[in-house]
């Protein structure tokens, strides 16, 4: 099963970014399957939730990352739109059960002041900087995004995008069509 995930994790770079109390979430469009087949260019990997107000970029299976998305907004709900309260449950509740444990995604959340990077291994990870990654450009993007966050004035949102473009420059897996959201 861990193969089928590095394949579906292929198609995806998102990149978040926090600068002068804004923060942007930007997703490339390319889903991939297996190693040299693009089936699409277009996609969009980043949407908001929540009433507009959290804005979520996911990697991997397209249907197990709705689910996910689905299954953080009724936590929302439950608490109130307390984040990370909410994605700590999600993560609890991905670890214990069953059927959720097989999902194969990973998110970024995000809300007007936190960034968490979520995984099936249970993690909810803040990053230290404001700044995170996933998918298989995702390195180059977190790498292009400290540069940028370190040597310019640029806002969140033009680093994320720039990111990007720069990720789908050098990754194989991700396209130069970007979607950014800002909340």
Not at 44 to 66: E, L, S
Not at 81 to 104: C, F, I, P, Y
Request: charged residues 20%.
């Amino acid at each position: 099963m861990a193969t089928v995930f590095a394949d579906t994790i292929k198609g995806t770079t998102i990149c978040a970014v926090k600068r002068n109390d804004k923060i942007a979430i930007a997703g490339d469009g390319q889903v991939t399957q297996g190693e040299s087949v693009i089936m699409k260019g277009n996609a969009v990997k980043v949407r908001r939730i929540f009433d507009n107000k959290i804005v979520i970029g996911f990697a991997g299976t397209t249907a197990d990352a709705f689910t996910l998305s689905e299954k953080l907004e009724s936590m929302l709900q439950k608490f109130s739109g307390n984040l990370l309260r909410s994605t700590v449950e999600l993560a609890q509740l991905w670890r214990r059960d069953n059927v959720m444990r097989k999902l194969e995604a990973m998110l970024i959340v995000a809300d007007k002041n936190n960034i968490f990077l979520l995984s099936g291994a249970g993690d909810v990870i803040e990053p230290d900087d404001g700044i995170c990654a996933i998918g298989s450009g995702g390195n180059y993007a977190l790498a292009a995004a400290k540069a940028l966050m370190a040597n310019t004035d640029l806002s969140a949102r033009e680093i994320a995008q720039k990111s990007l473009q720069i990720a789908s420059e050098i990754c194989v897996y991700t396209n130069g069509h970007i979607t950014v959201e800002e909340v």
